[in-house]
């Protein structure tokens, strides 16, 4: 579990240095990886998480085993929550936003997998994008996307 926490914490700290917050209002943290707490007032954010227990993979033609744990990164935007993310003068939609740090999460996740084996003491293989899909955050003033990952770490 600490392995799964130590992989998520270095996640937060590479999107809190690779994402731009497009809220230039806001002044403290955007990106979590507590529980998501509604009663924090300002879009959009990002909340990261373990959805569950690690499992044990072989691979084929090799004695090589490892732990698999599944992550998933949710992002939240208000629905009025318009920002210019492009610098062209014009806001783009509150889903545009969403759709834009998506891409970006999934790439930043996949692109760096020499920084997931760096983790100090987690035998990190890889951690890679599995999906991605809009979810309803049982509100109707929020929009939320949901990236999953897959932690894969040598036993």
């Known amino acids: 579990m600490a392995t799964v926490h130590k992989t998520i914490e270095s996640l937060q700290n590479l999107l809190d240095t690779e994402l731009t917050d497009y ?27 373990q959805v569950n227990s690690p499992h044990q993979s072989q691979s084929i033609g090799t ?16 629905v009025d929550g318009k920002f210019d993310i492009d610098n ?39 951690m890679t994008t599995q999906s991605d899909e809009s979810f309803n955050p049982n509100r109707e003033d929020v929009l939320g996307w949901t990236v999953y990952a897959i932690i894969r770490r040598r036993k």
């Not at 507590?34 to 300002?42: E, Y």
């Not at 003068?89 to 920084?115: A, F, H, M």
Request: with cysteine; charged share 30%.
């Open 63 to 78: 004695n090589e085993r490892f732990m698999e744990s599944r992550i998933r990164v949710n992002i939240f935007n208000h």
């Open 88 to 126: 062209d003068g014009r806001k783009e939609s509150s889903l545009e936003v969403v759709d834009s740090l998506k891409d970006e999460i999934i790439q930043l996740i996949n692109n760096n997998q020499g920084r997931w084996r760096e983790v100090e003491d987690c035998h990190i293989y890889s």
């Open 23 to 49: 809220n230039s209002e806001r002044n403290g943290r955007w990106i979590y990886n507590i529980p998501v707490n509604f009663d924090l007032a300002q879009y959009p954010r990002i909340h990261i998480r």
